[in-house]
T-cell receptor, first 111, second 112 residues
Framework: SQQGEEDPQALSIQEGENATMNCSYK?????LQWYRQNSGRGLVHLIL?????REKHSGRLRVTLDTSKKSSSLLITASRAADTASYFC???????????FGPGTRLSVLP | SQTIHQWPATLVQPVGSPLSLECTVE??????LYWYRQAAGRGLQLLFY??????ISSEVPQNLSASRPQDRQFILSSKKLLLSDSGFYLC???????????FGQGTRLTVV
């Protein structure tokens, strides 16, 4: 299966600071997606980065992908209390079971 | 537009009772469908996925089963619930195995 492992498992920052979380995976991929889960809710898709892309932006989100290191990072700039959530990555490929999620990163943004 | 419905939102069931959770998708055809379980404060465990009617793959052997009687309907069942079946159950769909996945709002199951 294609499973990403998020790191750190928990992150606590002050409002206005930047938050960086990482994802590592083991096999070659076609794309990698990041999702957010607010407490007690379903996951929401944030951003998709393709294997031939190195960086992608969406609002306050910046995602990087290093296929040589099989890793990705999600940067949230100028964090807000509303960014408090768990974040999951999903590396996707042509083979194996996709959408197998890791433990996620639990982000707490303190006001 | 596409939507996903999952119900009920919360459920309290006694040990040994049966379970049926339903998930339906609107606005798309032949979606890939997924059932997940999430323990409190933990990640998602993929339970079942389906690429078509009657095609179910199980990721983890357990006390649960899944069925897909119609193209956009995915049902999670158990004949006899265990305490360990408690958790937050999520249904999801995607148009393909590498496209964006859309999640339902989840069912909080408590087995007592």
């Amino acid at each position: 299966s294609q499973q990403g492992e998020e790191d750190p498992q928990a992150l606590s920052i002050q409002e206005g600071e930047n938050a960086t979380m990482n994802c590592s995976y083991k096999t070659s991929i076609n794309n990698l997606q990041w999702y957010r889960q607010n407490s007690g809710r379903g996951l929401v898709h944030l951003i998709l980065i393709r294997s031939n892309e190195r960086e992608k932006h969406s609002g306050r989100l910046r995602v990087t992908l290093d296929t040589s290191k099989k890793s990705s990072s999600l940067l949230i700039t100028a964090s807000r209390a509303a960014d408090t959530a768990s974040y999951f990555c999903a590396p996707l490929s042509d083979y194996g079971q996709n959408f197998v999620f890791g433990p996620g990163t639990r982000l707490s943004v303190l006001p | 537009s596409q939507t996903i419905h999952q119900w009920p939102a919360t459920l309290v069931q006694p040990v040994g009772s049966p379970l049926s959770l339903e998930c339906t998708v609107e606005g798309t055809s032949n979606p890939n469908l997924y059932w997940y379980r999430q323990a409190a404060g933990r990640g998602l465990q993929l339970l079942f996925y389906s690429v078509g009617i009657g095609q179910i793959s199980s990721e983890v052997p357990q006390n649960l089963s899944a069925s897909r009687p119609q193209d956009r309907q995915f049902i999670l069942s158990s004949k006899k619930l265990l305490l360990s079946d408690s958790g937050f159950y999520l249904c999801a769909w995607s148009v393909s195995r590498q496209a964006e996945a859309f999640f339902g709002q989840g069912t909080r199951l408590t087995v007592v």
